[in-house]
């Protein structure tokens, strides 16, 4: 199985500044046909179901602020947000879906500092 | 709109069973490959398994703690994805979430809870 680990496991932030979560991959996750990294982050507020973010590891979905940005290929990906908000208090997890089973990292708890 | 509908969780014994349905709404269920992930209490996500469309041959994959215990199925006819879980153990304890996708989850139910308890 391939090991998805985030760093940190939690963080906090004062709004208006720069949030960088890390993931990384036991294996690569970029499928060499198409190009694509197979690596999802996935937004998770307090009681709610988690929210796709960003998907082929930059891509964002159409509900996400342009702040969010995702980067990196093969095993070490990033995801950035550029200026903190307050609602973006929520804890962030990257998956592969490169094989089966699609691990999930361990998660990223992020706080206003 | 998309809606997804888990139901079925609630508190079984170990060694029991349970079985959990997603009715969906709003898309056609039976384009999308679809995805159950748990999470325990206060823990992480974890992905429990998928199945393929009929197009694409309605195939399943598990994760590895669920394999041979638990088994997904999709009626497309109801609109409605399940989860029969067999031989139930405490670390089962988990809310479980239904969503679109077999690779990226574009739309999450809200869960139902599963609590696997003597």
């Known amino acids: 199985d391939i090991v998805m680990t985030q760093s940190p496991d939690s963080l906090a932030v004062s709004l208006g500044e720069r949030a960088t979560i890390n993931c990384k991959s036991s294996?690569?996750?970029?499928?060499?046909?198409?190009?694509?990294?197979?690596l999802a982050w996935y937004q998770q507020k307090p009681g709610q179901p988690p929210k796709l973010l960003i998907y082929w590891a930059s891509t964002r979905e159409s509900w996400v602020p342009d702040r969010f940005s995702g980067s990196g290929s093969g095993t070490d990906f990033t995801l950035t947000i550029s200026s903190l908000q307050a609602e973006d208090v929520a804890v962030y997890y990257c998956q592969q879906c490169y094989s089966t089973p699609h691990t999930f990292g361990q998660g990223t708890k992020l706080e206003i500092k | 709109e998309v809606q997804l509908v888990e139901s079925g969780g609630g508190l079984v014994k170990p060694g029991g069973s349970l079985r959990l349905s997603c009715a969906a709404s709003g898309f056609t269920f039976s384009n999308p490959w679809m995805t159950w992930v748990r999470q325990a209490p206060g823990k992480g996500l974890e992905w429990v398994g998928r199945i393929k469309s009929k197009t694409d041959g309605g195939t399943t994959d598990y994760a590895a703690p669920v394999k041979g215990r638990f088994t997904i199925s999709r009626d497309d006819s109801k609109n409605t994805l399940y989860l029969q879980m067999n031989s139930l153990k405490t670390e089962d304890t988990a809310v479980y979430y239904c969503?679109?996708?077999?690779?990226?989850?574009?739309?999450w139910g809200q869960g139902t809870l599963v609590t696997v308890s003597s």
């Open positions: 294996q690569s996750v970029l499928y060499s046909s198409n190009k694509k990294n197979y």
């Open positions: 969503a679109t996708g077999g690779n990226n989850l574009n739309y």
